[in-house]
């Protein structure tokens, strides 16, 4: 399947969000001393030599209200495809070094093309994250012996999955949580994330002020447990993932959502994993369903979510996912079932499959793949014959902190 236009454009955005947190945020680890002098600034409105806006810093940081940093930010759905060639690198580096900032950074998780890397050098400092390769190139802009070499701009190039860098975004908040002695949890430093994007989120669609005050972010990132559960629970989880509900949960179950993430290895195996939520009705399966789905979407490639309340329904919703992964090659007398599993099984994924309301295992038999990379959350009032191996959670009632936090959010305490 080629993606859409704007599936690369969604992807382009969310990769330049991560960027921006995690590298602001590891700014801030880095110079401490900074932390109350610094700005981070989205879509920053530059000049250029002509006197015209340039639109080429995607991302920036201030000290006393000067810019030492611009980053430009080139990412691709498919990055061993679309290495960086030489001419859209000089052409952005030419344009990021017009302007005053001790730092400018080309930022992509695309390879250097062979042209390209024969040409550059690696960076003599360590990387910051394994992955992540930070080259000089003498032949750019800027690049050359006339420059101090401690203002020569940088290409950057990420390999690293998005799933690390959200786990990178998430430790970086443990770090920061820790040194305020606020909980440290897996799940907890985790729903921030997209919270602090969602806040970058706004600063780029001008929703909010462009300029984002490193206490104020640190401030965000300290949140106390209950107010994190509180924002949470209400939150829209920014740019809405196609085809998922955005079911709105008072309090996000946390400790079903760490279940989850821990039964889904970070390395998928050729066997999809398969998880079952269990309950009576109206205990929120799908409501954590979602909220996982939404937690974790940077950490999968596509999702697919089928409403199995009804099995007559089941087979259209699949010949659906069919057409948009095969974007629309899928004849009528195909066997919808087959197509699906063989696609799931092909793709690189990661993906997840999530069966909301099954009645029964025979229901989605036929549309689980047997293998390839990806993984499987089924919701269900049944807790009888499930796969061997098919981990079961148990969803009960609100626990009493739970409760709590529910009361407070209806009530607006």
């Known amino acids: 399947m080629t993606p859409g236009g704007g599936t690369i454009a969604a992807f382009g955005l969310k990769y330049q ?150 786990d990178s975004i998430a430790n970086l908040v443990r770090e920061f949580r820790k040194q305020r002695g606020r909980s440290q949890g897996v799940i907890t430093c985790s729903l921030l994330v997209p919270i602090m994007l969602d806040r970058v989120f706004g600063a780029a669609s001008g929703s909010d002020p462009s300029r984002i005050e490193a206490l104020d972010l640190l401030e965000m990132a300290a949140m106390p447990d209950p107010r994190i559960a509180k924002v949470a629970g209400g939150f829209d989880w920014g740019l809405p993932i196609a085809g998922i509900p955005n079911y709105v949960s008072t309090v996000p179950r946390v400790d079903y959502l760490s279940q989850i993430r821990q039964a889904f290895p970070s390395d998928i195996s050729s066997a999809p994993p398969r998880v079952v939520l269990v309950g009576h009705t109206g205990t929120g399966k799908s409501v954590i369903a979602s909220d996982y789905c939404h937690l974790d979407a940077v950490a999968y490639e596509f999702m697919c979510w089928v409403d199995c309340r009804d099995a007559e329904f089941i087979e259209a919703q699949i010949v659906n996912h069919v057409q948009q992964l095969t974007g629309g090659a899928f004849a009528p007398d195909q066997d919808a079932a087959a197509v699906f599993t063989g696609i799931l099984g092909r793709r690189s994924g990661p993906w997840l499959l999530v069966l909301d309301g099954v009645e029964q295992r025979s229901d989605i038999d036929q549309y689980l793949p047997s293998r390839g990379h990806g993984v499987v959350l089924v919701t269900s009032t049944n807790s009888l014959n499930w796969w061997p191996g098919a981990q079961i959670i148990n969803v009960g009632e609100f626990s009493s902190q739970e409760a709590i936090d529910c009361f407070a959010a209806y009530s607006g305490v």
């Open 17 to 166: 969000y991560m960027a921006t947190v995690e590298q602001f945020l590891q700014h801030l680890r880095d110079s401490p001393e900074l932390i109350a002098r610094t700005t981070l600034v989205v879509e920053p409105v530059v000049v250029g030599p002509d006197g015209a806006d340039d639109d080429i810093v995607d991302f920036g940081f201030l000290t006393d209200g000067e810019a030492t940093h611009h980053f430009q930010v080139k990412a691709s759905l498919e990055p061993s495809r679309n290495p960086l060639q030489p001419a859209p690198a000089r052409e952005a580096l030419r344009r990021l070094v017009t302007h005053n900032a001790s730092s400018a950074v080309l930022y992509t998780n695309k390879p250097l093309s062979p042209d390209l890397l024969s040409g550059a050098i690696v960076a003599v400092d360590p990387p910051t994250q394994p992955g992540i390769t930070s080259f000089t190139w003498p032949a750019g802009p800027g690049g050359d012996a006339s420059t101090s070499p401690d203002r020569r701009p940088r290409i950057t190039v990420d390999a690293r999955p998005l799933r690390a860098v959200r």
